[in-house]
């Protein structure tokens, strides 16, 4: 039987939606994007697109803030960051998510050469025994390296980092420490990824986007790599778990394991509700 009390722990930890509404949850989050821009007085947004839902809802939602901002007057640009470690496997998917996404601005940047140059300067190894820990290291320097590029072309621009981090992936820690994990913002906080999905459709994004697999695409050995094969855990039932709906056992282990694991992690950035509760007068 699933602990139901750490399970909703853990939910209200992670602010899960609860009586999801695609329609309300896109609107919040775009006034959210567009109210913090107002609030702080920075000029815009930065994304890396992977091709992926998340960034790809993460990106419209930027662009959606950032035009409704221009509408009043006041002057706001999205940039969408491509950032292939030398060729993306799946660029295609990328190309496509971009023109969802419809950016004010695309920039590009290769982060294969500094990637490298950094690995080899600091962590290479021809050792075989450490191959697969070798690759997996490298893939989290990518990760690290593509936030160090976003941040860079924000603080030029006087702009903010958006980061693509929701639930699901909050509770089994499935993204870098101070990679794709860091971000002045979390616009997709407290979704599932089913909520996600469902948002993402909502705003108009085709098929290909919407149910494409999950990947982080880090690992150079394993491209395209499922993210739910590096779990051992399928997001339905991760999804399952935040809803407060019964799951197996062995997904359960797996889930509270990752979770535990993970704990240093979760020091989240701003989210839509502790802006609102901020504005509110709260706590």
């Not at 992936?169 to 913002?185: H, I, M, Q, R």
């Not at 979770?259 to 989240?268: N, P, S």
Request: glycine residues 8%; charged residues 25%; aromatic residues 6%.
């Amino acid at each position: 039987m699933t602990d139901t009390a750490l399970q909703q722990e853990i939910a209200t930890e992670l602010q899960v939606v609860q009586n999801f509404d695609p329609t309300i949850e896109a609107e919040r989050r775009i006034n959210f994007l567009a109210d913090y821009l107002r609030t702080t007085g920075m000029k815009g947004y930065v994304l890396g697109i992977s091709g992926g839902v998340d960034s790809s809802l993460g990106g419209r939602l930027a662009q959606m803030a950032c035009e409704r901002l221009r509408n009043e007057g006041y002057d706001a640009t999205f940039v969408a960051m491509r950032l292939p470690y030398h060729e993306q496997a799946d660029e295609a998917d990328a190309q496509a998510a971009l023109e969802f996404v419809a950016a004010d601005e695309v920039a590009t940047v290769d982060i294969g050469p500094a990637t490298d140059a950094l690995w080899d300067a600091t962590a290479g190894t021809d050792s075989a025994d450490e191959a697969v820990m070798n690759e997996f290291g490298r893939g989290n320097v990518k990760a690290r390296q593509r936030m160090v590029a976003q941040y860079t072309l924000a603080a030029a621009r006087s702009m903010l980092v958006i980061g693509t981090d929701q639930a699901a992936e909050a509770v089994v820690g499935f993204y870098t420490k101070y990679g794709d994990g860091a971000c002045d913002l979390t616009p997709l906080a407290g979704l599932t990824k089913r909520m996600v999905r469902a948002t993402a459709r909502h705003l108009g994004a085709p098929d290909a986007i919407v149910e494409k697999v999950p990947t982080a695409d880090l690992e150079s050995d394993r491209p395209l790599r499922a993210d739910e094969e590096a779990l051992g855990v399928s997001y339905d039932h991760v999804d399952d778990y935040l809803e407060g709906l019964e799951v197996p056992e062995e997904a359960e282990r797996t889930i509270l394991q990752h979770y535990f694991k993970t704990i240093h992690k979760r020091a989240m950035p701003v989210t839509p509700l502790d802006f609102e509760t901020r504005q509110r007068g709260g706590a």
